[in-house]
C-alpha cells in the first residue's frame, strides 16, 4: 500500500484532490500494476459511475458525498467519505453564482486563516477543491456536532463539562491571539465537538489577522 502525502491546501480548477503519492521504487519499476490511488485517479477520468456521481453532486474528486450537517444563506456542509483513507470529513460546499462580494471577502479570509493554523482546538481544513461552480472547503469532521445543537436538545449541561469546554476554547483563542488572529464571531454555532468531547473552534469568516496584540481591543 503506498503511502499518501497531503500538500498545504490549495484552490483547484477541477475535480482531483491535492493529494500527492509518495510511491516507493518497487511499485515505480512496475509500471503495469495500479496503485490504490493511480486507480482512483484513473476512475475519475474513465468511470462512468463516478462520472455519474459527480455530475449529480454525490461526489467531488476522491470524496463520496452524504448526508447534510447543516445549511446557511451561501451554503451548506455534508458529510464526506475519502475513497482510500475512509476518512469521514465535513465538506462545506459554496455555489459562486450566489457569492456577494462580500461574502467571497469572507471566504477568502477563512481559508487563509485556517490554512495557517493546525491545534487540536480548532477545526482543520484539509483542502480546498474549486470546480467551475462551486468551492469545495474539506474539513475536519466534529462527529458530536454543534455545541448550539447539544444545548438546545440536552439543556442545561454539568458545570464541570462546561468549564472542561470553556478551557479547551480559550486555548484555541491563545493560539489564534499568538499568531495576531482574531475570531470575532465566537458563540455556540461555532463551538462543535468531537466524539471524545474535544471541543474545537470553527468558521473563521469574520476573522481578522492584525498587526499588533493591541489592536484585539478595537475588534
Request: net charge positive; aromatic share 8%; glycine share 6%.
Amino acid at each position: 500500500m503506498p503511502k499518501l502525502c497531503w500538500r498545504k491546501p490549495v484552490r483547484t480548477r477541477d475535480d482531483v484532490t491535492t493529494m500527492t503519492l509518495c510511491e516507493s521504487s518497487e511499485e515505480k519499476a512496475s509500471p503495469t500494476k495500479l496503485t490504490a490511488y493511480r486507480k482512483a485517479i484513473d476512475n475519475l477520468d474513465n468511470d462512468r459511475k463516478w462520472q455519474t456521481d459527480t455530475a449529480v453532486g454525490k461526489r467531488i474528486g476522491l470524496y463520496k458525498l452524504s448526508g447534510e450537517l447543516g445549511k446557511g444563506n451561501f451554503s451548506q456542509v455534508k458529510t464526506g467519505y475519502h475513497e482510500l483513507t475512509k476518512e469521514r470529513v465535513a465538506i462545506k460546499i459554496l455555489d459562486k453564482t450566489k457569492l456577494t462580494a462580500k461574502a467571497k471577502k469572507m471566504l477568502s479570509r477563512e481559508i487563509s486563516v485556517m490554512e495557517s493554523i493546525h491545534h487540536q482546538n480548532v477545526i482543520r481544513l484539509f483542502e480546498v477543491i474549486e470546480t467551475y461552480t462551486k468551492y469545495y472547503l474539506i474539513m475536519e469532521h466534529a462527529a458530536a456536532g454543534e455545541l448550539f445543537k447539544r444545548l438546545i436538545s440536552e439543556g442545561r449541561m454539568h458545570e464541570s463539562e462546561a468549564k472542561n469546554i470553556f478551557s479547551q476554547i480559550v486555548l484555541a483563542v491563545k493560539h489564534l491571539h499568538d499568531r495576531n488572529i482574531v475570531h470575532r464571531d465566537i458563540k455556540a454555532e461555532n463551538v462543535f465537538l468531537s466524539s471524545r468531547g474535544v471541543a474545537k473552534l470553527g468558521d473563521f469568516g469574520f476573522s481578522i489577522t492584525v498587526s499588533s496584540t493591541h489592536k484585539y481591543i478595537d475588534t
